[in-house]
């Protein structure tokens, strides 16, 4: 059998902060490129599922596994996408502006 205790306001206060961060971290993240794992600075959108790299770094993939004769799977995370092309990236300036506008 397991014990329960009401939830007191130290444990609201705790639970609201772990939230913030959780939010926090789950808005820098997707600052950051998949690829190079640093913050983006040009992101692309991939249009077929939806997620952001950093150009330079998906199109150096793209072209190296293309001389191989390869396709080249959607590095983020959890994506089954798996014929990423040149033609499926276009420039992702929401992202960017809002990049920007939180390093200034």
């Known amino acids: 059998?397991?014990?329960?205790?009401?939830?007191?306001?130290?444990?609201?206060?705790?639970?609201?902060?772990?939230?913030?961060?959780?939010?926090?971290?789950?808005?820098?993240?997707?600052?950051?490129?998949?690829i190079t794992q640093m913050e983006m600075r040009r992101p692309?959108?991939?249009?077929?599922?939806?997620?952001?790299?950093?150009?330079?770094?998906?199109?150096?993939?793209i072209q190296s596994r293309k001389q191989k004769k390869k396709k080249v799977r959607c590095p983020k995370m959890g994506?089954?996408?798996?014929?990423?092309?040149r033609s499926d990236l276009v420039p992702d300036e929401a992202l960017k502006r809002v990049i920007d506008s939180q390093n200034k």
């Open 79 to 85: 994506c089954s996408y798996d014929d990423v092309k």
């Open 1 to 34: 059998m397991v014990a329960v205790r009401p939830i007191s306001d130290d444990d609201s206060e705790t639970i609201e902060q772990i939230d913030e961060d959780i939010a926090v971290t789950r808005s820098q993240m997707n600052f950051i490129c998949p």
């Open 44 to 61: 692309v959108r991939n249009k077929v599922c939806g997620h952001s790299y950093e150009e330079e770094a998906i199109v150096e993939i």
